[in-house]
């Protein structure tokens, strides 16, 4: 699957949001810090109807655009948005 696939099966708001907590450590929301602490069953009950169809592709998305110190466990998120995204240091 293409990059372009990937980003074209994202809701836009949802990548807004990924993108604005890696840039400036700003809070994604219930659903995508469950996404981001790699928690698959609150991601699954917290999704919408937007983004439950997403998931996959928003995973995709998390893993391969995003810094990996900013995901993958609640301490990793919790340590990336007490530095907004890792620019204070």
Wanted: net charge negative; glycine share 8%.
């Amino acid at each position: 699957m293409s990059k372009d696939e990937v980003d074209s099966n994202i809701p836009e708001v949802a990548r807004a949001s990924i993108d604005a907590y890696v840039e400036h450590g700003l809070h994604p929301g219930g659903f995508l810090l469950a996404v981001l602490q790699n928690n698959l069953f609150d991601a699954l009950f917290l999704a919408d109807r937007t983004n439950r169809p997403a998931l996959y592709h928003i995973a995709q998305y998390v893993y391969n655009k995003t810094p990996d110190e900013c995901w993958g466990s609640p301490e990793a998120t919790n340590k990336w948005l007490k530095h907004a995204g890792g620019n204070n240091g």
